[in-house]
C-alpha cells in the first residue's frame, strides 16, 4: 500500500450510515472514495455523496455511491479531501487540480473537514507550493496585475500550451508569495479583488489530517 492509499483509505473511517459526505478531488482521496464504495457493497455502508469535481463525480457514480446536490444535502457531516501543503497549523494549500473553488464551497457547508495527504505536503509553513487562484476569464490579465500587486508572481496555468480551464469555467493563476507567514491575510486580501473567485487557502479550515508516511499514518488534530 503506497502512503496517499494508507491515508485515503484510513480516513474513511470517519464515514458512518446515514451520514453526508463532501467527496473531495485528487489522487489521495481517490483511496478514500474506492474504500468507501468497497465500504458499501461489502459491509452495507450506507451514505450520500457531495463530489467537488466532475471527476470526482465520474468515480463517485463508476462505484455506485449515491449522489446528491449541496444545495439539497447541506449541512453535510463531514467532507474529506486532500491537500497541496499542510501546515503546522493545519492551514492548507488547495487547488493543484483545479477544483479548489466547489472544494471550498462543499468544505464550507460541512460540520467537519478531514484532510489526506501523504508525508511531502506537511510543511512548517505554507508557500513553496504556489497559491492557485480561480479568476474569471474576462480581463484576466488585469486581475493577474491585481492579484501580482498583492507581492507575488502571478503565472496562468496552462497545459499543452493551453490555458486549462476549471469546471466551472475559468482560468487558474498560480501565486508565487514565497513563505506565507499569515495567510488569512492572504486570502482575504485576494479574494477582495475584482476578477478574484476564490483562492487555494483553507485557513482554519482542516479538523483532522491523516499523513502517511513511512511510519505509518500520523493523525493531526
Ligand atoms: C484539487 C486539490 C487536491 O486535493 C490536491 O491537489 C491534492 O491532490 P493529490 O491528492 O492528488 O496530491 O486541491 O484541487
Request: net charge negative.
Amino acid at each position: 500500500m503506497n502512503f496517499k492509499e494508507a491515508a485515503g483509505v484510513q480516513a474513511a473511517d470517519v464515514v458512518t450510515s446515514g451520514m453526508k459526505v463532501g467527496l473531495g478531488t485528487g489522487s489521495t482521496v481517490y483511496y478514500t472514495i474506492l474504500e468507501l464504495g468497497r465500504r458499501m457493497k461489502e459491509e452495507g455502508l450506507q451514505f450520500t455523496g457531495v463530489p467537488t469535481s466532475e471527476a470526482t463525480e465520474k468515480l463517485a457514480l463508476e462505484l455506485g455511491i449515491p449522489l446528491a446536490e449541496l444545495w439539497e444535502l447541506e449541512p453535510l457531516d463531514v467532507t474529506i479531501d486532500g491537500a497541496d501543503e499542510v501546515s503546522d497549523s493545519l492551514d492548507l494549500i488547495k487547488g493543484g487540480g483545479a477544483a479548489h473553488f466547489r472544494e471550498k464551497m462543499v468544505a464550507t457547508v460541512s460540520k467537519r473537514l478531514v484532510i489526506v495527504a501523504d508525508e511531502s505536503k506537511a510543511v512548517a509553513k505554507l508557500g513553496a507550493f504556489t497559491v492557485p487562484v480561480e479568476v474569471a476569464v474576462y480581463g484576466w490579465r488585469s486581475t493577474a496585475r491585481r492579484v501580482e500587486a498583492e507581492g507575488c508572481v502571478a503565472v496562468r496555468r496552462e497545459r499543452s500550451g493551453e490555458p486549462v480551464r476549471t469546471d466551472n469555467g475559468n482560468y487558474i493563476l498560480d501565486c508565487d508569495f514565497g513563505l506565507i507567514v499569515d495567510p488569512g491575510a492572504v486570502d482575504r486580501r485576494l479574494k477582495s479583488l475584482l476578477g478574484v473567485l476564490e483562492t487555494g487557502l483553507f485557513v482554519g479550515m482542516a479538523d483532522t489530517v491523516y499523513v502517511a508516511g513511512p511510519q505509518g499514518v500520523r493523525v493531526l488534530k
